[in-house]
Structures are given as C-alpha cells and as structure tokens.
C-alpha cells in the first residue's frame, strides 16, 4: 500500500470540504470505465469476425446446414412440464442474452450510482442525446413504412452497439478525447435502457397472471436475500433462474428479468474501506506474533480471503467476472447465430431494409445532434472536455452502429415465419445501416482529429 495507516485516518478525519480526491482513489473509480472500454474495443474485432462468417456461411452452399443447426429443437421437460424451442430461441436469444441484459443492467446501475449518470449536470447530454437518438430514428423508419406490414419493425434502428462503437473509437488511436468515449458510452448505455423499456412494454406478448405474481416473488425473495446478507451467489442464480422462467412463461421477454436484476444488484462493498484498511493492519499484526499455529495461521488466512472478496461490491465483482464472457462470448455468439441472412437484390432494395439503413444513418445521429443543440442552447448541458462540434457529428454518426441490439429487436418485430421476409429484410437494413454509419462517423472523426492535431502543432511553433 502506498499510503500508511495513519495517512489514512488523517485524510478521513478531515472535513469533506478539505479531503482532495487522492491520485489513486482517483485511478480506482476510473478503472472500471478504462476496463470496459479496453473489453468493448477487443471484443468488437470478434464480434466483427462473427458477424463475417455469418454472412459467409448463409450466402455459401453450406447456408441449409447453417440455417438447420440453428434451429434444431431443444427441449426441457419435468414430469407434465415440457419447454420446447428451436436452440436458437431458447438458447442464445433467451436464456445467454439475458445474462447479456444482466449485464447491462449491472453497468447501468453503475453509470447512475457511481458514474457520468450520477451527476445531473453530467448526464444532461448524454441522457438527452440518447432520446433524441431513439425518437428520431424511429421517426424515419415509420415515414418509410406508413400504411405496410413492417411498420412493426419501428423500434430497430433506436439502440447503439456499444462494441463496434468503442472498437472504432480504439482504431482511431489515442487522439480521441476520453470525454468522447465516455459521452457514447453514457448514451449507448442510456438508450439500452430505452430498448428495455421498448421490449417489455411494446414486445410481450399477453400475459399470464400466475406466472408474472411468481416473478414478482421472486424478485421480493432477491430483495430480502440481500437485506439479510445472504452472499453465496449459487442461491441468487437459484432465484432469478426461477425468475428467468416466470418471465418466460408469463408474456414478457425473459431478458427483462436480467436487466432487472442487475439493476437489484448491491452496488456498495458490505466490508467498506475503512475497515477493511483497519483489519489489513490487525492481520498483519496477528500474523506476525511468535508462536502461531499453522491451523490459527490458516483460520486468519480465511477470514483475509472473506474481508477482501466482500470489500468489493458485488455489482463490481459480477461485472468483472461476467463482463469479457458477454463480450468475448455471448455477443459473438449471438451475431454468428443471428446475422446470417442471404444477400438477396430483392431484400437489400426491400422497404424495411431501406428505413432500417436509413433510421441507422440519418435519423440517429439527427436526433442525437438535435437533442444536443437544443441542450446546448438552454444550457442545461456542456460539451464534454476536448469535445468539439466537428468530434460531436463523428461520434453521432458512429452511435448509429445498432448491430446487437438492432438485431434483437428485429428479431421480436418480426417473429416466425409469418414476418420472414421483413426479418431478412431487417437484418440486411441493420448490417447495411450499420457499416455506413462506421465509414461515415470514422471518416469525419479522421479528419477532424488531423486537424486538430495540425492545429495544436501550429500554436506549438514559435
């Protein structure tokens, strides 16, 4: 440890007015951004190359076996209690991507506890850019679909894959200003929070009391497990596995649950620093005393092993632990499942694919320019540090990379083989949409970067 003990009681008997932030407290409330950001950024080429091979593998002549292993049936069933869907469905899209919307859930919590939603004045511009980045969007798509089947599909181009964003961001290099990166993952995260809201309220389908009052237990009983400082956590994936299954079966899209509880997750250590920095010290003065038993050695051992995991929080150590599988996993996962469709003329010129691609490229990063203008202009909101305009039209353009969730959401617009052409179509609107805005937003970041750096050069020379 870098400060003594005694350093530590100082700085905590002052009064908050005259305590300064110390550099590494500092440090230990960013790392956790810095992580994300470095997960997203590697992830993103994954997810990238998943999302290729999808594509290859349903435009080659192993695109019927590609298709067929998706969809091969998988069935659960206790006594007269059966669960029956194709592995697609049941397994990736909802049972693994509700551990995806768990952690959403934990990061959103995070950003409106402890992080940029934490501050009022801080959130302003990116909560605000984010509502504009879903009505606008949604605005565009349903002026393309007025009167047809697809206007279904409105709520596609609204959400901001985060992944691809930070990973372009990553091959920009270090010149891209923190307040940027932190600015889109304030809003991508602030309108994952709007498509959640979307799929519960718009994409349930009609529910089932008993099973809606059995989630509703099961929420209460994860309430009550963390009040009473229940902390093994095979009890909690007991519970929401239960609740998993009651929102299956109740109408209501079963990732909801995840953000739901991660959104119940504690977010406060239940050992806090000052006594765990208090018991470091006694450990290290107990374990040093002459004539120590191996077994009482082992007992102190323990005990050290419990004060550090639970000076963590438990949304923290989640977050850490479930983070990169999501990234690294889940995502790919669901992309290499999700986003083959079969490169058809008739699909890509389709009117849903057009108002999805459009929605992505022109309505997103409208609305999120427009919502930051108006911001601007009340001040209520501030640019983000070595943020300029130019660098806001870049990342805007960049936030309309909807990918995961656009594809989710497509696949609740237009579900079975009812909607198959319009959910073909979707897909071919999210990837069109989605790779136009890349080169665009990164080719407007490019350029305003270079000139920012001439012109800090210039004002360097005598």
């Given amino acids: 440890m870098s400060e003594s003990f005694d350093e530590i009681r100082v700085a905590q008997d002052k009064p908050i007015a005259q ?10 409330l960013l790392r956790p951004v810095h992580r994300f950001l470095h997960v997203e950024a590697s992830s993103g080429i994954v997810l990238l190359f998943c999302t290729v091979s999808a594509l290859i593998l349903a435009n080659s002549q192993l695109a019927d076996a590609y298709h067929a292993l998706w969809e091969l049936p998988v069935s659960v069933s206790i006594g007269s209690f059966k669960l029956a869907y194709p592995f697609r469905t049941l397994v990736i899209n909802d049972a693994l991507m509700t551990i995806f919307f768990f952690v959403v859930g934990l990061e959103i919590k995070r950003e409106i ?42 709520a596609i181009p609204m959400a901001t894959d985060i992944a691809f964003v930070v990973g372009f961001l990553a091959l920009l290099g270090k010149g891209v200003p923190f307040g940027l990166k932190i600015f889109l ?35 209460f009983i994860t309430y009550l497990l963390n009040v009473i400082g229940v902390r093994r956590v095979g009890v909690y994936i007991l519970v929401g596995a239960a609740i998993w299954l009651c929102f299956l079966k109740s109408g209501i899209h079963p990732t909801v649950a995840g953000v739901l509880l991660g959104l119940l997750t504690p977010v406060r250590a239940w050992v806090p620093d000052s006594t765990f920095s208090v ?7 107990r374990t040093n005393k ?3 038993t191996p077994e009482r050695r ?12 639970e000076s963590v929080s438990p949304l923290q150590r989640l977050e850490n632990a479930l983070h990169p599988w999501v990234a690294f996993g889940i995502m790919p996962l669901f992309a290499l499942a999700n986003a083959g469709v079969k490169l058809d003329p008739d699909r890509i010129s389709d009117s849903v694919a057009v108002a999805v691609a459009a929605g992505l490229v022109i ?19 501030a640019l983000p540090d070595g943020v300029n305009m130019p660098m806001l039209v870049g990342g805007s353009c960049l936030a309309g990379i909807g990918f995961t969730m656009s594809l989710f959401i497509n696949g609740l617009a237009f579900p079975g083989s009812e909607f198959a052409r319009f959910n073909e179509a979707g897909k071919i609107g999210t990837l069109m949409g989605s790779a136009c805005s890349a080169a665009i937003g990164a080719s407007i970041l490019i350029v305003t970067l ?11 020379e005598p």
């Avoid at 879903?134 to 409105?154: D, E, K």
């Avoid at 007992?299 to 995991?309: N, V």
């Avoid at 990063?365 to 009340?378: E, M, T, V």
């Fill in 450 to 460: 270079l000139k920012s750096r001439v012109s800090r050069t210039q004002h360097v």
């Fill in 290 to 292: 002459a004539g120590l």
């Fill in 363 to 381: 309505g997103k990063p409208l609305g999120i320019l427009l919502f930051c203008r108006i911001a601007l202009k009340l001040k209520v909101a």
């Fill in 19 to 28: 305590r300064a932030l110390p550099k590494g407290l500092i440090d230990r």
């Fill in 185 to 219: 993952l304030s809003l991508a995260i602030a309108d994952d929070l709007g498509a959640v809201l979307i799929i519960a309220l718009v994409f349930s389908d009609k529910l089932e009391g008993l099973w809606v009052w059995g989630a509703t237990a099961g929420f």
């Fill in 279 to 285: 018991w470091i010290e006694e450990f290290w003065n």
């Fill in 298 to 309: 082992v007992e102190e051992l323990a005990r050290l092993q419990f004060i550090a995991r």
């Fill in 113 to 154: 506890v402890s992080g940029e939603l934490s501050d009022p004045r801080k959130a302003a511009l990116p909560v605000l850019a984010a509502i504009g980045g879903m009505i606008v969007p949604a605005l565009v798509y349903s002026v393309f679909q007025i009167g047809q089947p697809g206007l279904r599909g409105w």
